[in-house]
Nanobody, 130 residues
Framework: QLQLVESGGGLVQPGGSLRLSCAASGFTLENYVIGWFRQAPGKEREGVSCISSSGGSKQYADSVKGRFTISRDNAKNTVYLQMNSLKPEDTASYYC???????????????????????WGQGTQVTVSS
């Protein structure tokens, strides 16, 4: 069983911060590209950020550049998404996904079809509201 579990979501005021975690079980993340995606009710899924297996390459959606930071700790088998200066438009369910390096073109990661990722988490809700 290959499983990803997200955590860290919640309710936060505009301008606040949250750190999301994506923890793997049943496999190690060392050889996988990890992506964070989000979806709000009535809207299409949006790629938020991706990180290469080594951590040396990262991608961010224009809407979150300068506010979000993706990182990974392979020793803990976990990937993080630090979200600062949160805005109401960041409200969504956030999902992490793992894809084998050979199946993901890193520079195109945010636009990759969902089926190219081997595993998906169940999602964690982020709500930004005053």
């Amino acid at each position: 069983q290959l499983q990803l579990v997200e955590s860290g979501g919640g309710l936060v005021q505009p301008g606040g911060s949250l750190r999301l975690s994506c923890a793997a079980s049943g496999f190690t993340l060392e050889n996988y590209v990890i992506g964070w995606f989000r979806q709000a009710p009535g809207k299409e899924r949006e790629g938020v950020s991706c990180i290469s297996s080594s951590g040396g390459s990262k991608q961010y959606a224009d809407s979150v550049k300068g506010r979000f930071t993706i990182s990974r700790d392979n020793a803990k088998n976990t990937v993080y998404l630090q979200m600062n200066s949160l805005k109401p438009e960041d409200t969504a369910s956030y999902y992490c996904a793992a894809g084998k390096s050979g199946s993901i073109v890193q520079r195109m990661c945010l636009m990759t079809q969902p089926s190219r990722f081997s595993s998906w988490g169940q999602g964690t809700q982020v709500t930004v509201s005053s």
